[in-house]
């Protein structure tokens, strides 16, 4: 068997390439991108005759196609909508299956800030999602979308937990990436940059479709502010969520829910900090003039805050994932939580945002290998991960110290 990982040089693109590498089934693990000596540095890293790197424009459609048919899957960790968008039709065209770890629901793009994303002349937004998802049907491919962290273990999660009751009334996702207690001291807004952040930004100002009273209705990112307490595995931490977009998907294939909503966790004082950039214009993406030049006062702020959320030595990261499900069992009243804190891996080098989007997206690509992920199209992963298939992917990230705790309670 052959993987192959378009964003591969990334630290979450490493972490998902690693993962293959150590598996004895899969013989090839190839690693996409631009230049050379990066992806060289990377295979040193990996440490494995498996890895072969390819210098690739993806821009070059004939030999991206050319080198998808070399393979039985490939992953996707791309940092914007143009890139992911471009690997996607190329793949869905050449017959090669794929898992994207994006935030979003390619069978029905986000309509703002689309970061370059290219449409086909004279198709629409949704007309290109369902073009993507025909199309992989016809070519008997399958696409995971949407599968890593937030969207990925949310969706695997709440989805498995809808199962098992009667009947979902309100389902919360609390999930986000965030710097240790001590390295979010040194850090403006009480965070460290563990994804690209140019992309973090925009999910801070775009809508977001949510459901409320039965209905979707679109509300403003940042939104929502919650504050709450996560107090599972030995941890007492206060922390704050606010509504944005990550696992959009729940809201086509979960109508039933009377309450939606995905919210990114945040240490205390971060989301204030947001909301007066926002309120100054910081986060704008129209030009304004300064002495007679124009400037977009993002991408200024960006020049300025990027260097002060970069991770310093000794720096690192923790996931946290707080999901909560309330409905019906029997007749009964019932909730059903899931709880995950995870550490960076610092013997490795592996960040904790990197384990926790890379090995998902890595074992769901297995699972696709080995036939046992038989949907074609665009499958979001709460209706590929499920039953016998939900057990053994909570098995294999055991495996990888990534620890889901559910708990269970009548109210």
Not at 64 to 87: C, N
């Amino acid at each position: 068997m052959k993987a192959l990982v378009f964003g591969g040089t990334g630290k979450v693109g490493q972490a998902v390439a690693l993962d293959f590498a150590k598996d004895k089934d899969i013989k090839t693990v190839g690693i996409v991108g631009r230049h050379k000596e990066t992806l060289e540095k990377t295979k040193k890293w990996i440490g494995s005759d498996k890895v072969v790197t390819h210098v690739l424009d993806i821009a070059n459609e004939k030999e991206t196609k050319e080198l998808m048919k070399q393979y039985g899957v490939g992953a996707i960790a791309l940092p914007d909508r143009r890139t992911s968008y471009k690997v996607i039709h190329e793949a869905v065209e050449a017959g090669l299956h794929i898992v994207d770890m994006l935030e979003e629901y390619h069978r029905r793009p986000d309509a703002y800030e689309t970061e370059g994303l290219e449409l086909p002349k004279g198709m629409t937004l949704n007309e290109y999602g369902d073009w993507i998802h025909n199309t992989a049907i016809k070519n008997g491919v399958t696409f995971v979308d949407g599968m890593g962290f937030a969207p990925g273990l949310s969706n695997v999660t709440l989805g498995e937990g809808i199962r098992k009751i009667d009947t979902a009334e309100v389902a919360i996702a609390r999930v986000g990436g965030i710097p240790n207690k001590e390295a979010a001291k040194k850090h403006p807004l009480r965070y460290m940059i563990t994804w690209a952040f140019d992309h973090v930004l925009r999910e801070y100002m775009i809508k977001v479709n949510v459901i409320k009273n039965g209905k979707v209705v679109e509300v403003d990112a940042t939104s929502d502010l919650e504050t709450f307490r996560f107090n599972q595995f030995g941890k007492d931490e206060e922390l704050q969520c606010a509504v944005t977009p990550g696992m959009p998907s729940f809201i086509f294939t979960r109508t039933q829910l009377k309450e939606f909503a995905e919210k990114t966790v945040r240490w205390p004082g971060h989301w204030q900090g947001v909301q007066t950039l926002k309120e100054c214009g910081l986060l704008d993406i129209t030009p304004v003039e300064l002495k007679g030049n124009k400037i977009v006062p993002r991408e200024f702020l960006l020049s300025l805050i990027t260097p002060r959320l970069k991770p310093r030595e000794g720096d690192t990261d923790v996931c946290i994932m707080y999901n909560t499900l309330t409905g019906k069992k029997d007749g009964k009243n019932v909730k059903i939580e899931y709880f995950m804190w995870d550490e960076a891996d610092t013997k490795n080098g592996i960040s904790s945002m990197a384990r926790v989007t890379g090995f998902p997206v890595a074992i769901t690509a297995k699972m696709i290998l080995a036939n046992k992920i038989k949907e074609t199209g665009i499958v979001p992963p709460e209706d590929c991960i499920k039953g016998e298939l939900y057990s053994e992917f909570m098995e294999e990230l055991k495996k990888r110290n990534i620890n889901i705790l559910e708990v269970k309670t009548m109210i």
